[in-house]
C-alpha cells in the first residue's frame, strides 16, 4: 500500500516538474528565437567578443585598481606610523609627568599645526586606577578613564599599532604608539590622521582608470569591427545576396572569395572555401537547369514544373491509385493580389510561392506551376486527412513568405483528395483542380 502511494506521489512530482519545465522553456525559447533572428551576423560576432573584452579589462582594472589601493594604504599606514613615533618622541623627550598639564597641552597644539593630516591626538597615561586620558585635541575626554575593553587591548601593546576608524561617517587613521619607561608601559600616544588626500588621490585614480577603461574598451571595438566586417560578415553577406538571387532563379552571381589566390597554395580559411564550393554548386545548378528547360518540364520563371508536366504526373499517379488502392491529393494554392503589380515585384511573388511550397512540403511531392497565378502540389498515396494537415501547415507559415517579399498579397489554398475507391480520370481531376478556389473555403 505504501508502495502505490509512493509511486504516485513520484509520477505526480515528474508530472509536475515536467510542466513547470516546460513553461519555462517556453518563454526562453521564444526570447532566444527573437534574439537569433532579429540579430544579425555581425551582432552576434561583435556582442560576445565585446562583452569578453569588457570583463577581461574589467579584471585588469580591478586588479590595477586593488594593487594600487593597497600600495597606497601600506603608504599612509606607514605615514602614520611615522607621525605616531615623532608626536611620541616629541613628547617623550620634554619628560613630561604624564598627568594633567597644560604644557601637554599645549604641545599638542604645536603638533597638529605642523602635521596637516593629523586631526586628533590623545595622551593616556598609566595611573592607580588604570590608564586614562591625560590630554586630548578633544577637551571634553581629558580626565576620562579608559573602558576595561580599550584598557585590555593598550595595554597589550609593544609597539605602534594603525587600524582604520570610522567616525562620524568619515574614515581615520589611528596610530597606537606605546610609552615605556624601561620595561612599563607608562602610556599610550592615540593619533588620529585623516583619509580625506587618500580619499581624494583614490577618487582622482578611479576616474583616471575609468576613462583608461571606456578608451580600451572603444579601441577595442573600433579594430574588432572592421576585422570582423573584413574577414567574415562581409563575405557572409556576399553570399546570402548570392543565395537570394539564386532563390529567385538568378544563376549568374559568382562570389568573390577575397585576394586573387597563386596557383598551388593551400586554401585553409573556411569562409574562402566554402564560397569556392558556392560558386561550384551554382555553375552546376545553372547547368542542371538548363538541362531540364530544354525538356520542357519546368516553368521558365518559377522554376516549378510546368502544366504539361502536371498533367502526365497527375495521370501516372490515378492511374497507380486505381490499380493498387492508394488515396491521391492535390494542394491548389493561388496568388491573389498580385495582377496590378509591376513585372518585378510580380516576378518576386511567384518565385518566392514557389519555393514557399517547395521548402514546406516533403520532398516527394511535387510542385507545379498551372496557371498564371495558380500552383498545384501533387501528395502522392496522402488520404483527404494528410491533405488537410498539409493545407493547415502551410495557412500557418505564409505569414513567413508575406513578411519576406514584403508585399501585399493572399494565399488561398484548397485541398482536393481521391480515396482509392473514387479515384477520377485525368479529365475530372483536371477539371476539378482548375475549378475557383473561393469555393469550399470556410
Known amino acids: 500500500m505504501g508502495s502505490n502511494k509512493t509511486k504516485r506521489v513520484r509520477n505526480w512530482i515528474v508530472v509536475f516538474l515536467g510542466c513547470l519545465s516546460r513553461k519555462i522553456r517556453q518563454p526562453i525559447n521564444a526570447t532566444t528565437s527573437s534574439i537569433y533572428y532579429r540579430s544579425s551576423l555581425r551582432v552576434k560576432i561583435l556582442v560576445p567578443i565585446l562583452l569578453a573584452g569588457l570583463l577581461a579589462i574589467g579584471l585588469v582594472s580591478w586588479f590595477a585598481f586593488t594593487s594600487l589601493y593597497s600600495t597606497i594604504a601600506g603608504i599612509y599606514e606607514q605615514r602614520a606610523r611615522s607621525v605616531a613615533m615623532v608626536v611620541s618622541k616629541s613628547i617623550q623627550q620634554k619628560e613630561y609627568i604624564l598627568y594633567y598639564s597644560d604644557a601637554i597641552n599645549a604641545d599638542i597644539d604645536t603638533l597638529l599645526k605642523r602635521y596637516d593630516s593629523i586631526v586628533g591626538i590623545t595622551v593616556i597615561g598609566m595611573t592607580g586606577r588604570g590608564l586614562q586620558v591625560v590630554a586630548s585635541t578633544d577637551s571634553s575626554s581629558i580626565g576620562l578613564l579608559l573602558s576595561e575593553d580599550d584598557q585590555y587591548q593598550l595595554s597589550a601593546i609593544r609597539e605602534v599599532q594603525v587600524s582604520p576608524k570610522r567616525i562620524a561617517g568619515e574614515e581615520y587613521l589611528r596610530a597606537d604608539y606605546p610609552l615605556f619607561a624601561g620595561a612599563d608601559l607608562v602610556g599610550v600616544v592615540s593619533i588620529d590622521m585623516s583619509l580625506s588626500e587618500r580619499q581624494q588621490y583614490l577618487t582622482k585614480l578611479s576616474w583616471q582608470l575609468g576613462l583608461a577603461f571606456l578608451a580600451g574598451f572603444l579601441l577595442l571595438g573600433g579594430l574588432l569591427y572592421p576585422v570582423l566586417q573584413l574577414v567574415i560578415t562581409r563575405p557572409i553577406s556576399r553570399l546570402a545576396n548570392a ?200
Do not use: C
Open 243 to 442: 543565395t537570394r538571387s539564386i532563390s529567385e532563379r538568378n544563376y549568374d552571381v559568382e562570389v568573390s572569395p577575397g585576394p586573387a589566390r597563386k596557383a598551388g597554395i593551400r586554401v585553409h580559411d573556411e569562409i574562402a572555401r566554402l564560397i569556392s564550393v558556392f560558386n561550384l554548386m551554382t555553375k552546376v545548378i545553372r547547368s542542371r537547369e538548363q538541362a531540364l528547360s530544354e525538356m520542357v518540364v519546368l516553368d521558365e520563371l518559377t522554376g516549378a514544373y510546368n502544366l504539361s508536366h502536371f498533367q502526365r504526373v497527375v495521370e501516372q499517379e490515378l492511374s497507380k491509385g486505381r490499380r493498387y488502392k492508394h488515396p491521391t491529393s492535390l494542394l491548389l494554392v493561388e496568388v491573389r493580389g498580385a495582377e496590378h503589380l509591376n513585372k518585378r515585384d510580380k516576378e518576386r511573388i511567384l518565385i518566392g510561392t514557389a519555393n514557399f511550397l517547395t521548402a514546406k512540403l516533403r520532398a516527394v511531392d511535387p510542385i507545379f506551376r498551372v496557371s498564371d497565378y495558380r500552383f498545384a502540389a501533387l501528395l502522392p498515396e496522402t488520404p483527404s486527412a494528410g491533405a488537410r494537415v498539409a493545407r493547415d501547415r502551410l495557412e500557418r507559415e505564409t505569414p513567413d513568405l508575406i513578411l519576406l517579399r514584403d508585399l501585399s498579397l493572399t494565399l488561398l489554398i484548397k485541398d482536393v483528395s481521391w480515396s482509392e475507391q473514387d479515384t477520377p480520370q485525368i479529365d475530372d481531376a483536371l477539371r476539378q483542380a482548375q475549378l475557383p478556389l473561393d469555393r469550399d473555403q470556410g
